[in-house]
């Protein structure tokens, strides 16, 4: 149904319903309904059609729908007292035409009723008008705004896959002559992977247990790769599965950690990666501490590809209901924290 079939739905819908209902409060008042007040009801009503009609007309023909409140609250209350005397002489010709009188003790207090009793009607019909327009507006702003949303998650999602492919192959390139074996084990850890990866292109949120199983899966790929000198750790709290989160952002922090932070020492280094649910806040964070340290120079946007992706991200999905921090812990550790509201 188009926008122009409502409208007439809603216009004489509701122009009817007031005709009933005035009719209604005539035959409560008087006992009965004449032959004339019933036509001079109708004849009203389709009066106030006919007028808010022209007054829709001259909203869209002249913009007001798009300029300021300052400037548009005068005008609308300038047509609003124009029209309410126009349906005032309108009642007053139709009423002589019909030989309805009025008394001459009431017929002040009659004019008074019937300007503010129209004054009143076309405010309420103008008001229904600007809200709808304005909710309607204001729906296609978020509409909007969220397909500007839907972009920019899909281009730092597209970022992730060929970034983390090309770190995997790197591993795997580093392992081909040292131990072809663990080579062979590792390109079928990755196609795993990748597997799962291929799975998630089209979702804006994954459930953490998802997650996980990727997380893990690319831990076993570096174990491979790095032997003893990675050692990782998991704890995970029972009812993390009841969250969701965007796909391959741990994945993305936890191969951060490791690959600017225990890659670059000598000995290796400890990776734990830990959730905490907090139910009364309906939060959860995980944090993954790294050996290493977090460099906060110049030297930072090289080795934080993963930390700036994120925060994009959690910013586009949750607003300000996420939390991302990343801060050295001691001169041996670096902590990254996520809090993440339950969806």
């Not at 309904?33 to 909203?59: D, E």
Request: charged residues 20%.
């Amino acid at each position: 149904m188009n926008k122009t079939i409502t409208y007439w739905i809603c216009q004489i819908t509701g122009w009817s319903l007031y005709a009933l209902f005035s009719l209604f409060l005539f035959a409560l008042a008087e006992g009965e309904l004449m032959r004339t007040q019933v036509v001079a009801q109708f004849l009203l009503t389709g009066y106030y059609i006919f007028s808010t009609h022209m007054y829709r007309n001259l909203i869209v023909r002249w913009g007001w729908l798009s300029i300021p409140s300052a400037r548009l609250i005068p005008r609308i209350i300038l047509t609003l007292i124009i029209l309410s005397l126009s349906c005032f002489l309108f009642e007053l010709l139709f009423n002589t035409s019909l030989g309805i009188t009025v008394e001459s003790d009431d017929s002040l207090g009659w004019v008074i009723a019937q300007f503010f009793g129209s004054l009143f009607l076309y405010f309420i019909w103008s008001l229904v008008y600007f809200f709808y327009h304005y909710f309607e507006d204001y729906k296609s702003a978020l509409q909007y705004q969220a397909s500007i949303n839907e972009i920019q998650l899909n281009k730092l999602k597209s970022q992730l896959n060929p970034h983390f492919i090309f770190n995997g192959l790197n591993s795997i390139r580093a392992l081909i002559d040292e131990n072809p074996q663990k080579a062979k084990m590792a390109v079928t850890q990755l196609s795993n992977i990748l597997r799962n990866t291929l799975g998630m292109n089209e979702k804006k949120l994954i459930n953490f247990t998802e997650e996980l199983r990727m997380v893990r899966d690319y831990l076993d790929l570096e174990t491979v790769r790095y032997e003893e000198r990675l050692e990782t750790i998991l704890d995970i709290h029972p009812e993390s599965h009841r969250f969701v989160v965007p796909p391959l952002m741990v994945q993305t922090l936890v191969e951060n950690g490791i690959k600017h932070g225990i890659a670059n020492l000598v000995d290796g280094g400890v990776l734990k990666l830990t959730t905490q649910v907090n139910s009364r806040d309906r939060e959860m964070k995980i944090i993954i501490k790294n050996s290493g340290q977090y460099n906060h120079g110049p030297q930072s946007k090289k080795t934080g590809y993963g930390i700036a992706n994120t925060i994009q991200r959690l910013k586009l999905l949750y607003g300000d209901k996420a939390k991302f921090s990343i801060f050295n812990l001691d001169k041996d550790f670096v902590v990254t924290e996520v809090i993440i509201p339950e969806h």
